[in-house]
């Protein structure tokens, strides 16, 4: 069984402190687990108010040390009621008066998913410099919300062919930012019952406020926001898109945030919804030169030897590919394929049979917009 967490001085001077001890939790992602014994009373807390629960939460368990996957036990209200710690930002800290405290039905919740911290930045993203330009008004944002006022770039559209940068751009620019961001998949949303996907929406909303300014990005849109004309073919997705499409608007005002939506099937989006983006920001396959770029960049960190390979004429042949793909099913399956015949050295022929098997397999297919 595990311990329960453990109070530390709170008035120890935590930014002076190198103890892991002193830190103080940014964010505190709490699931209901119930009592710890059969028998014991029913009622479930209910948490109706929020901002008077997360005010209750802190005083209630300032200066725990807390780590994930211990416990967290209410002692007032519901004796003995335990709450899991499924996330929590940084690790093993302590529990402040100004630590974010949100309660997650599920341990799966999309909700839960939050990046203070990552390790993608704008380098990471080979190419896309159109894209990359266009970003800077939402760098400008981010870092100085208050600035912008009712002209702030709320709702920004990332388009363009699978596996482009995409999701990385979004994580770059939260860590050029330096502020969290929120990244769920457009199906996490779909609830399984009437009125779960607009609930789960305006929660994203409700804990992105909490946290503002933060990014909050949805892949995979065209799964929710699929034209109207075609839902039929889906579900009825209506409430969601209009659950959507309310928080889009700002008829409730939640200052510090941006949206990025992002799909690969732009012209299959609901209308209602494309309108809503104040900018659309494309996303374009790889040049001869950037694919390039993406071999010499990925093979720095092969665990073998690389024999040295005209990647000038390899990038030639590669054209039309995504950069998802370059890495995945290029690069990869090379260096899959000497490790299995347990050479040390991936070779240039590794990188042409790959390549040329991939090229030969979608060779049916648009020449000039290879998806794979």
């Given at each position: 069984?595990?311990?329960?967490?453990?109070?530390?001085?709170?008035?120890?001077?935590?930014?002076?402190?190198?103890?892991?001890?002193?830190?103080?939790?940014?964010?505190?992602?709490l699931?209901?687990?119930?009592?710890?014994?059969?028998?014991?009373?029913?009622?479930?807390?209910?948490?109706?108010?929020?901002?008077?629960?997360e005010?209750y939460?802190?005083?209630?368990?300032?200066?725990?040390?807390?780590?994930?996957?211990?416990?967290?036990?209410?002692?007032?209200?519901?004796?003995?009621?335990?709450?899991?710690?499924?996330?929590?930002?940084?690790?093993?800290s302590?529990?402040?008066?100004?630590?974010?405290?949100?309660?997650?039905e599920?341990?799966?919740?999309?909700?839960?998913?939050?990046?203070?911290?990552?390790?993608?930045?704008f380098?990471?993203?080979?190419?896309?410099?159109?894209?990359?330009?266009?970003?800077?008004?939402?760098?400008?944002?981010?870092?100085?919300p208050?600035?912008?006022?009712?002209?702030?770039?709320?709702?920004?559209?990332?388009?363009?062919?699978?596996?482009?940068g995409?999701?990385?751009?979004?994580?770059?620019l939260?860590?050029?930012?330096?502020?969290?961001?929120?990244?769920?998949?457009?199906t996490q949303?779909?609830?399984?019952?009437?009125?779960d996907?607009?609930?789960?929406?305006?929660?994203?909303?409700?804990?992105?406020?909490?946290?503002?300014?933060?990014?909050?990005?949805?892949?995979?849109?065209?799964?929710i926001?699929?034209d109207?004309?075609?839902?039929e073919?889906r579900?009825?997705?209506?409430?969601?898109v209009?659950a959507?499409?309310?928080?889009?608007?700002?008829?409730?005002?939640?200052?510090?945030?941006?949206?990025?939506?992002?799909?690969?099937?732009?012209?299959?989006?609901?209308?209602?919804?494309?309108?809503?983006?104040?900018e659309?920001?494309?996303?374009?396959?790889?040049?001869?030169?950037?694919?390039?770029?993406?071999?010499?960049?990925n093979?720095?960190?092969?665990?073998?030897?690389?024999?040295?390979?005209?990647?000038?004429?390899?990038?030639k042949?590669?054209v039309?590919?995504?950069?998802?793909?370059?890495?995945?099913?290029v690069?990869?399956?090379?260096?899959?394929?000497?490790i299995?015949?347990n050479?040390?050295?991936?070779?240039?022929?590794?990188?042409?049979?790959?390549l040329?098997?991939l090229?030969?397999?979608?060779?049916?297919?648009n020449?000039?917009?290879?998806?794979?």
């Amino acid at each position: 069984m595990r311990s329960i967490p453990q109070r530390v001085n709170t008035k120890k001077n935590h930014e002076n402190s190198s103890d892991s001890e002193g830190v103080a939790t940014e964010l505190l992602i709490l699931k209901p687990e119930g009592y710890p014994l059969s028998g014991m009373i029913e009622d479930y807390p209910i948490i109706e108010n929020k901002d008077v629960f997360e005010c209750y939460a802190r005083e209630q368990w300032s200066g725990c040390v807390v780590r994930k996957g211990e416990y967290l036990f209410d002692r007032r209200m519901f004796p003995d009621f335990a709450y899991k710690i499924i996330e929590i930002e940084p690790a093993e800290s302590v529990i402040g008066m100004s630590t974010s405290i949100v309660v997650s039905e599920e341990e799966n919740d999309p909700l839960a998913s939050t990046e203070f911290k990552n390790p993608v930045c704008f380098d990471s993203v080979v190419g896309q410099e159109l894209a990359k330009q266009k970003c800077r008004l939402i760098e400008r944002f981010l870092e100085e919300p208050e600035r912008f006022g009712k002209w702030a770039p709320r709702n920004v559209l990332f388009f363009g062919p699978s596996g482009t940068g995409k999701t990385m751009l979004a994580k770059a620019l939260a860590t050029k930012t330096e502020v969290p961001i929120i990244p769920v998949k457009a199906t996490q949303l779909i609830g399984e019952y009437v009125g779960d996907g607009a609930r789960q929406i305006h929660q994203l909303y409700d804990r992105a406020e909490e946290m503002a300014p933060c990014i909050v990005f949805i892949d995979e849109l065209d799964a929710i926001a699929l034209d109207r004309r075609f839902q039929e073919l889906r579900g009825d997705v209506v409430e969601i898109v209009n659950a959507l499409l309310t928080e889009m608007d700002g008829i409730d005002e939640r200052a510090g945030i941006c949206t990025i939506g992002s799909t690969n099937r732009v012209h299959s989006l609901d209308t209602a919804v494309r309108s809503r983006f104040e900018e659309e920001i494309e996303f374009i396959l790889p040049g001869v030169e950037e694919i390039q770029h993406i071999f010499e960049l990925n093979i720095e960190t092969f665990p073998l030897e690389v024999e040295p390979c005209d990647f000038a004429a390899l990038a030639k042949k590669a054209v039309g590919l995504s950069g998802r793909d370059l890495v995945e099913k290029v690069l990869k399956t090379a260096l899959h394929r000497a490790i299995i015949e347990n050479r040390e050295t991936v070779t240039e022929k590794d990188f042409e049979t790959t390549l040329s098997k991939l090229i030969k397999k979608d060779e049916n297919r648009n020449p000039d917009r290879l998806y794979v």
